[in-house]
């Protein structure tokens, strides 16, 4: 069985920029769930996306935004980047969020 | 919101030595808590959930609600369990909460 997948594993981006980062979920998972891992600020809850809808959202400005689509992938967006949004972007997926999440190996993004 | 507390950043024990992992939350309700490692160069992977009750890899961790910790233990610590940990609890609307993490090296 696959695990959650995401693309790309590592960029680099100027600050003001937009960018699109990409999960797909474990088959048959109906969940995705994005993250943040900034350095010395541990793991940030950004989105959970379930069937489609956005369903809770964690602490961070409007720039941030996603969707996810029919088959349950998802992206990330990040408009106007800021260099503090360098960091490690995970993706997870879940049939059942009290069964735990599965994550993703991430997507390194550095602002410069 | 739940909180949840790692108190130690690093935790250095000899192979076969037991460990303990301390993890503490705060609640508003009934919690649901997990452990996650994540070993050098790998994904962030469940190691276990207190409902389950399961023990994996010799770890067990009890959920003790009077103290609200839920530390994660193991007999006698191996080399391949260095790894970093992480304590993690489910808030409403199916947020994760992870802890800050702590950094196991089993020493040989």
């Known amino acids: 069985e696959a695990g959650v997948t995401q693309s790309p594993t590592h960029l680099i981006k100027t600050r003001g920029q937009q960018v699109t980062l990409r999960c797909s979920p474990i088959?048959?998972?109906?969940?995705v769930y994005w993250y943040q891992q900034a350095l010395g600020l541990g793991l940030q809850f950004l989105l959970w996306?379930?069937?489609?809808?956005?369903?809770n959202r964690g602490n961070f400005p409007p720039r941030f935004s996603g969707r996810q689509f029919p088959n349950y992938s998802s992206e990330l967006n990040v408009n106007a980047l800021e260099l503090e949004d360098s960091a490690l972007y995970l993706c997870?997926?879940?049939?059942?969020?009290?069964?735990?999440?599965?994550f993703g190996s991430g997507t390194r993004l550095t602002v410069v | 919101a739940q909180r949840v507390t790692q108190p130690e950043k690093l935790l250095s024990v000899f192979k076969g030595a037991p460990v303990e992992l301390k993890c503490n939350y705060s609640?508003?309700?009934?919690?649901?808590l997990f452990w996650y490692v994540q070993y050098s160069r790998q994904r962030l992977q469940l190691l276990l959930r207190?409902?389950s009750r399961e023990s994996i890899k010799g770890f067990t961790a009890d959920l003790n609600k009077g103290e609200t910790s839920f530390h994660l233990k193991k007999p006698f610590a191996q080399e391949e369990d260095s790894a970093m940990y992480y304590c993690?609890?489910?808030?409403?609307?199916?947020?994760?909460?992870f802890g800050a993490g702590t950094i196991l090296r089993v020493k040989s």
């Open positions: 609640y508003s309700g009934s919690p649901e």
């Open positions: 993690a609890v489910m808030e409403y609307g199916n947020k994760l909460v």
């Open positions: 996306y379930d069937e489609g809808e956005e369903r």
């Open positions: 207190h409902i």
């Open positions: 997870a997926s879940s049939l059942w969020g009290n069964y735990g999440y599965t």
């Open positions: 088959s048959g998972h109906t969940s």
